[in-house]
């Protein structure tokens, strides 16, 4: 019987202040339940928008203090199910995404989910691609409203971030202090319009410490390969920083050297856009499996 | 037989005074072939890549001069096929790339392309995604180098540019004076090294004038959807920017009204990273044919 965790022990901001709701052994499987990002305030096309409570944007489902995390270790977060619920919810507005500045006002728009797909509207069809938009532990100083990403996770809104996926934070607060919530049944890359299709659901994920990793940043793997996620001010600083921290990982572990590791990089690493709609940028740096192999990187010992 | 163009004739910017090499009818298919992007200068492991001639770089064989081509229209080139050397060369260096700040001196590299990989070194092979770096129109006002993109294309160093693509671009010039060349064997999105696995190739092109366009970026159409290719100073603004370009180009395509449609783009279209490394920044953004299909898009008439 897997431990649980129900979406009412939610959190606005990660804090490593916060008082944990729950403590779990390192290598523990826990189910925990989430709201969705408007903590489930729209409920019909009849929910005027701009009328919910703005305060409680994006909960996230925690915090999960981990026994035995410490500052410098590494949270190993395994993705093993993600379930959904059978009605999404989008919304935009003014100032809101890319395209904010051709909205006249608020508006949302509920989206059932039926088998595979969402459905936009009476001639669409979107396929699933279920993810996690706000994941992550407690960052070092300050709070970080879960709107808000960073080194230490939180609202990175990436695709990859899906069933299957195996996450690595960088812990910071004893405990590390995991939460998630945000989850959408479809989200393209970039998030453009400020949401995705957003829905309530349940993860069930594997937390285990890892005591010899060293991280800055976010690391991703799944069966495709791994990818670092950062986000800062620009999208330019994002996607530069993203490479850095794959070249800083990969130099000893592929024994290559400085410029054999960039021609590398750049014949088969990919730059990709994670959103640019949230108050920092998130891009990631992805480098595929058959890399991995090639040179038998092994991520952590 | 298709007509040819040998890659003898080669210009090394992009430019509307240029006296075509060669004149087609609308609708003809022509066999280009490319030197590599250092002009086939570097053939051995024994070549300094630092005293190669860097006036020679990033040659586009051209330009050809369509009948009936006049500023406003669209050009539309069709890439029937893609053939590539059996050798290739990468480089990088101080300044050069993403990872620029980490090399002390100017490196090359030759590697050899054996059936669908590239061979990096004696652990890595490299799938192949052959594709075209350079490849545009002469742009509207001043000559534009062939190693900088821009809305006349150009070296928009995007992996969607391959075999079975087609790219329409604003017409600036009469006669749309198109060129390319800087295939890459294989390079990943962002390019972030500043190289791909540069070969010399031929490329088999179909070059129609399309009368009722109105495009001010190019745009690309595979098998998989369309994405607008937009270059601007940071990756920031080429990321926004090829949003705005499909938001209005879908708007009165689809229907869709200014909140639905940033919904529909939001959970369904994808901000993609083309280029981080050259004088403009290259980003995209794709929107998949299930899309296109379901609100009866023709892209033009």
Sequence with gaps: MAETLACKDVIYAFDKTHEPVKRVESGTTIEIETYDCFENQVQSADTKIGGIDWERINPATGPIYVEGAQPGDVLKVR????????????????DLGVLGHRQEEMASKIIPVEGDHAVFDDKLKIPLNKMIGVIGVAPEGEPVPC?????????MDTTLIAEGATLYFPVFAEGALFALGDFHAAMGDGEIGVSGIEVPGKATVTLEVVKEGAL?????ENGDGIAFLVSKPTLDEAAKAAVEEMADFL????????ADLAMMLSAAGQ????QIVDPLMTARFFVPKYVLDAYNVTLFE
Excluded: D, Y
């Design 147 to 155: 709107g808000t990403p960073g080194a230490h996770g939180g609202n």
């Design 251 to 258: 130099l000893t572990r592929t024994g290559l050297g400085a």
């Design 216 to 220: 800055r940043h976010p690391l991703l």
């Design 271 to 274: 730059s990709q856009i994670s």
């Design 79 to 94: 993705i093993e199910k993600l379930e959904i619920g059978n009605q999404g919810v989008m919304a935009t507005g003014p």
